[in-house]
């Protein structure tokens, strides 16, 4: 007779002190474990890890702040350590860009392609340095804390509310915010409204996910999060490229050279008809670098727009409406 494995206990139906600590716990864990890899230089992933975890970490820690009670200074060095991480993976990012955009550069681009590998390349090793020799230290030294935190929170005794009543009360915060952020970013689609509305959308997302193995009603919306960040994601990443690629090339910038930029940056613009400026030479392939970035960056900017701005009621927003009406009624039921 074949055994069935028992189904797991859904946490919606526990008091909201025992499931928030044991999450912590879990998250913290899975940090200690991505930050220890760190230390292995053939470990590609670990940084990517790394961050991801500690971004769970504090979503999860900002979510419920009400009941775990963090300290301020130990808020702070939390999100020091999660921006630590940024200087190593925009500069890694940025070079499997050059690589993709490097069959769409002008040719006048191609001598300037080498140096500005090397300098992503310089900037990303000093930085990996840097994290391998510093981050698991300091992580650890604030792990401890946040262990016991978690813990203290997991023994009280007098908790009345159940998990459900918690969650939904968060949940309802981060889907307002992200409504918002949405609406603000119709009414100025630039690069830095659609960044400040991913934030708002994967801050959502990771909350979703926990309910993932309890309501599957939610699987639509995660997925359709996904694709949103992946877009915006994009649009942002092309964002650091052109700040590094200046940062590469530059020491000074005139305004002579930023009316250039302009107009090299500008994708309707016919290429047979941009000026050749009069000025360094090793500026030139600058321009044209910037050029093909914001090309690309364009095509997604648009694509973005069209699906998440342009309509009235996206799939996302549609699915996050139906969840929020679900979840609302449960923890009125309950």
């Not at 913290?28 to 053939?42: E, H, I, P, Q, S």
């Not at 702040?65 to 993976?89: F, H, I, V, Y």
């Not at 930085?127 to 981050?135: A, D, F, P, S, V």
């Not at 690309?296 to 009406?325: M, S, T």
Request: net charge positive.
């Amino acid at each position: 007779m074949t055994a069935h494995r028992p189904k797991r206990a859904n946490p919606m139906l526990s008091p909201s002190a025992q499931v928030i600590s044991a999450y912590a716990r879990r998250l913290l864990c899975a940090t200690d474990a991505a930050v220890a890899r760190l230390a292995d230089k053939n470990d590609a992933e670990a940084l990517h890890d790394s961050r991801v975890s500690l971004r769970r970490l504090r979503g999860w820690l900002r979510a419920f702040d009400d009941r775990l009670k963090l300290k301020r200074r130990q808020r702070r060095e939390l999100r020091r350590l999660a921006r630590a991480t940024n200087q190593a993976r925009d500069a890694e990012v940025c070079i499997h860009w050059l690589i993709k955009l490097r069959g769409e550069l002008d040719s006048r681009a191609q001598a300037g392609v080498q140096r500005f590998t090397a300098y992503l390349s310089s900037s990303r090793d000093q930085n990996y340095r840097h994290i391998r020799k510093q981050l698991p230290h300091d992580w650890n030294r604030l792990s401890h804390k946040l262990q016991h935190m978690a813990i203290a929170l997991g023994d009280s005794k007098h908790e009345k509310t159940i998990f459900q009543q918690a969650y939904s009360a968060s949940l309802h915060i981060y889907a307002q915010n992200f409504i918002t952020t949405r609406e603000q970013a119709c009414g100025h689609p630039d690069a830095m409204r659609i960044h400040h509305l991913r934030i708002a959308g994967k801050k959502l997302r990771y909350l979703l996910e926990y309910s993932l193995p309890w309501q599957s009603s939610v699987r639509p919306l995660v997925r359709e999060l996904r694709v949103l960040h992946e877009t915006a994601g994009a649009i942002q990443d092309l964002q650091h490229f052109r700040s590094l690629s200046e940062q590469a090339f530059l020491y000074q910038a005139g305004a002579r050279y930023r009316r250039l930029l302009a107009l090299y940056a500008d994708p309707g613009a016919d290429q047979r008809t941009l000026r050749h400026p009069d000025l360094t030479p090793g500026l030139l392939p600058l321009l044209w670098i910037n050029r093909a970035a914001c090309i690309r960056q364009a095509q997604y900017l648009e694509r973005f727009r069209r699906n998440y701005l342009g309509r009235k009621r996206p799939a996302c927003l549609l699915h996050l409406r139906q969840f929020l009406a679900v979840t609302s009624h449960q923890a009125k039921h309950r």
